[in-house]
């Protein structure tokens, strides 16, 4: 559990509730937190599914794991430590869009099962999908655009996921998505038709 150390802080209630946000918006706010092993295709996964929302007219937005070092996480790194600061606040983010309405899709390596079940806590039950991007770390470590699995198995990159730091495959998620099995247009379709399924977006 995080400290609260400001003290005499009121929540404020805003006037418009989220039912109203999705009301307007015609589908309902949720997170899709994609989680897996570097370069397993979150990111490339995330950008098509919003992607496809936005051609639906529906308002949702990545929240990607390097994009939000560069500015909010700038000052943390890759330990065990850092990496749970890291979630706890994404996860508080994530909680902040989708009671705006907006469908949010995550892209974290999210490596502990305890962060990522904590920030699912954070939210009502049907709000909030786990999504497995299930890939062989051999299949992972081909097709690394960055060449960071090369340099982790020689030393050069500490504290990486799926060589020096472990990664906890998810117990119970909602979707496992085999991105080493089928193409992306394919992984899209399966999370976009169970977004269908959960009434979270109407059906074309």
Same mark, same amino acid.
């Given at each position: ?18 039912? /109203? !946000?999705? @009301?307007?918006? *015609?589908?309902? =706010?949720?997170?899709?937190? %994609? ?46 430590? /850092? !990496?749970? @600061?890291?979630? *706890?606040?994404? =996860?508080?983010?994530?909680? %902040? ?46 097709? /690394? ?60």
């Amino acid at each position: 559990m995080t400290e609260q150390k400001a003290t005499n802080i009121t929540w404020h209630q805003s006037l418009i509730t989220r039912a /109203d !946000r999705e @009301e307007r918006n *015609r589908h309902k =706010g949720a997170i899709l937190w %994609l989680t897996g092993l570097p370069s397993s295709g979150k990111s490339t996964l995330a950008h098509e599914i919003e992607r496809q929302l936005f051609q639906r007219s529906c308002n949702s937005y990545v929240l990607d794991g390097d994009n939000v070092r560069h500015g909010l996480n700038k000052n943390l790194g890759f330990s065990p430590e /850092d !990496r749970k @600061e890291n979630i *706890r606040r994404l =996860g508080e983010v994530a909680k %902040l869009f989708a009671d705006a309405g907006v469908i949010v899709i995550t892209a974290f390596i999210s490596p502990y099962r305890e962060d990522r079940d904590s920030a699912r806590a954070l939210n009502e039950p049907g709000t909030f999908f786990e999504i497995f991007c299930k890939c062989s770390a051999g299949e992972c470590e081909k097709r /690394d655009p960055k060449g960071l699995w090369q340099k982790a198995r020689k030393g050069e990159l500490k504290e990486f996921t799926g060589v020096s730091a472990p990664y906890e495959d998810p117990e119970r998620p909602e979707i496992v998505v085999e991105t080493d099995q089928h193409i992306l247009e394919e992984c899209a379709l399966q999370i976009m038709r169970f977004l269908e399924d959960q009434n979270i977006i109407r059906r074309l």
